[in-house]
């Protein structure tokens, strides 16, 4: 707490993090940039001001995108700070969406895919009563869902449970983990289906333990350290002892979540081995880069024929930018696929943010409208991304702008396998 408190009056109100704050940026509003989220929980840690909901309020208005940390000359760590608030306000409110939402997220129930599959039974009824042909197809009478154009379809076969027992077993000279995620598992399958097929190409077989579930980043995001901490165990005992050289994983929050194990546990031994795994963790387009060399072994697969180049865009995910710098590695594995014109895009936040997605849905959209404007001015045929949050959220953007053009969402991974035969 002494830490904590030390560590909250580090700031010096400079305002440096406005100019990068996707959220302040939307709202200008104080309470939304990290220097005011830092004042109240000055406040709070004082004992002037009490875990309101108010106070809960501001503190989920965050993406957790780290931006604000990397510019802060004084060495703020705001995110963590911020998401040290959530923790406290969680132990004392239990929001009502994180627990409804959270509760099922457990390694046994991920494990015997019983909400994902009472999930996709659900989905296929509502999508039954709505006809595609209607505006209103995929708008659902559920709370959190009501206002959305889309939800994004849940597969009945997992892509862990369709993995033959042969595509599992690690093989080739570099002994690879495969961290498959939520996102990757049950609603795009079809991106582990393209990784294996890339992997084959250059003869590994990657290590995939069915048992895995999920990274816990909604867990951690939410406040809730303790289900976040039992995740991360649970992912770090099914990968440690199997001598691999890299853990990977095609989603972008993944990647920062595993990247994060560290900071999450708080005894020493534990922290000691969530290091040593954490440090072979890799995004997918930076291990068939640098490690692999894929751009530089070519493709021997047939290609599609095409007339024109298809003109994409490449979204950088968040938690790959700004903490994690990978920036370069997915722009050149798209550089190699075949029939595209990569069309440069700003980088700047689409509005998923995980959570932030679901308790403050209205704000998201303005953020991801922004993002949509300076999507649509370069009028791509597509737009790829890493992360499945920002696959999700530019489903929803697609719907949102009135574009006689379609527009397709895809994975890097995904892209690559419809370019070929
Ligand atoms: S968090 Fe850092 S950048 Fe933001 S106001 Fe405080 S000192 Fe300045
Ligand atoms: S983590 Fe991102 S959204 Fe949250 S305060 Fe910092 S810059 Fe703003």
């Not at 093989?171 to 393209?194: K, Q, S, W």
């Not at 040593?276 to 880069?289: A, G, H, P, Q, Y």
Request: glycine residues 6%; positive net charge.
């Amino acid at each position: 707490m002494l830490d904590y408190k030390k560590a909250l009056k580090q700031c010096i109100k400079c305002g440096a993090c406005m100019s990068v704050c996707p959220v302040y940026q939307a709202t200008r509003m104080e309470t939304d940039v990290a220097r005011g989220k830092l004042a109240v929980l000055q406040e709070v840690a004082s004992g002037k001001l009490g875990l309101t909901s108010s106070v809960s309020e501001i503190l989920s208005r965050c993406l957790s995108c780290g931006a604000c940390a990397e510019i802060c000359a004084n060495n703020v760590q705001s995110d963590i700070l911020i998401q040290y608030g959530r923790q406290q306000d969680f132990l004392k409110h239990k929001p009502a969406l994180s627990q409804s939402l959270l509760k099922t997220v457990t390694p046994e129930n991920l494990s015997r895919n019983v909400m994902i599959q009472g999930g996709a039974l659900l989905e296929k009824l509502l999508c039954k009563q709505i006809p595609e042909s209607r505006g209103l197809h995929m708008r659902f009478p559920l709370s959190c869902f009501t206002q959305r154009s889309i939800i994004p379809q849940i597969s009945m076969t997992s892509f862990l449970k369709d993995c033959q027992p042969e595509e599992k077993r690690a093989a080739g000279d570099i002994r690879v983990g495969f961290f498959v995620g939520c996102g990757t598992n049950y609603l795009f399958p079809e991106t582990g289906r393209a990784l294996l097929d890339i992997l084959k190409e250059v003869g590994i077989a990657p290590f995939i333990p069915e048992e895995q579930g999920c990274c816990g980043l909604m867990a951690y995001t939410s406040g809730d350290r303790k289900r976040a901490v039992a995740l991360a165990k649970r992912t770090i005992d099914l990968f440690f002892d199997q001598g691999l050289d890299y853990i990977i994983t095609a989603c972008a929050s993944c990647f920062a979540q595993l990247k994060a194990f560290p900071k999450i546990f708080e005894t020493e031994p534990e922290r000691r081995q969530a290091e040593r795994f954490s440090e072979k963790v890799m995004d997918v387009t930076s291990f068939l880069i640098d490690v692999v060399g894929y751009d530089k072994l070519g493709s021997t697969r047939q290609q599609v024929p095409k007339d024109s180049p298809i003109r994409v865009v490449y979204h950088d995910p968040c938690h790959l930018r700004i903490k994690q710098k990978v920036m370069e590695a997915p722009r050149r594995f798209l550089r190699i696929i075949p029939g595209i014109e990569l069309v440069d895009l700003p980088a700047h936040c689409c509005g998923h943010g995980g959570t932030f997605n679901l308790s403050n849905f209205s704000l998201s959209m303005q953020i991801l409208d922004r993002r949509m404007s300076e999507i649509e001015e370069l009028q791509p045929d597509k737009i790829v991304t890493g992360c499945i949050g920002c696959l999700m959220q530019f489903q929803e953007g697609i719907q949102r702008i009135k574009t006689k053009k379609r527009i397709e969402v895809l994975h890097p991974l995904v892209l690559w396998k419809q370019q070929y035969l």
